[in-house]
């Protein structure tokens, strides 16, 4: 660790250093670069590390001290792979899962509405395989019915044992509890490298019930900073000024 900068930066990815689904520009990838420099950066991202890597340029990612990916189910470091962690989801969620698309009340509905990704699945009524257009559309339709946050609360009611949080523009995050973004924080504590440094974690979806949410908090809770922004030019912002 340097003495220029004792402090441990984590980020999510969609909405943050990206706008949905959107690969990392230009204009921001050179200032982020810039600035990176003597940080220990980490990705913390909901996605898996493929999809990470087509936002992410790979000259952000191999100047990042770690990318915990699927919700920090999985961490890479530059000496590969940390750790995975596995979840085989049980039959009666994934039939729970299939009767809530179809009695969904939401038409335009593409045919991939699961993703299995490590510790957790992913969940969109309007479909993993909507393109840009169509998943803006749910956005906004969802922001009206609320249903998300519906299927959410449902959910924890008839799974007290799994967490489901709402990411990225149409889906729902489901994992073991305990299995959220905020384990970050407890590897993080174990490495005698990172002892006494502060945390600092940037977000978009750290509201209530947002897959950024857990791990908002559990940094705030260690001392740390959290910001809740709005896209990465807001990210790009406060930064600059720390």
Known sequence: MTSKDKNIYLFDIDGTLTEPLSKMDSDF?????SWMPDKKVFLVGG?????????????????????????????R????????????APVKLLNELLEIRKSSKYENKRSKYMETRRGMINFSVAGRDSNEEERANYFLWDKKSKERIKISKNLKNKFPELDICI??????DIQPR?????????????????????????????HNGGNDESLFKRVLKEGGEAYNVEGPEETKNIIRKL
């Open 167 to 172: 990411g990225g523009m149409i889906s729902l």
């Open 77 to 88: 470091t530059k000496e590969g792979i940390k750790y995975q962690k596995e979840w085989r």
């Open 178 to 206: 305990g299995w959220d973004k905020a384990q970050v924080v407890d590897w993080i504590k174990s490495q005698n490298e990172y002892q006494n440094c502060k945390m600092l974690f940037f977000g978009d979806k750290c």
């Open 29 to 33: 990838t050179y200032s982020f670069l």
């Open 47 to 75: 996605s898996d590390f493929k999809k990470i890597s087509s936002q992410v340029p790979q000259s952000v990612i191999g100047r990042c001290s770690g990318i915990f990916s699927c919700m920090g189910n999985e961490l």
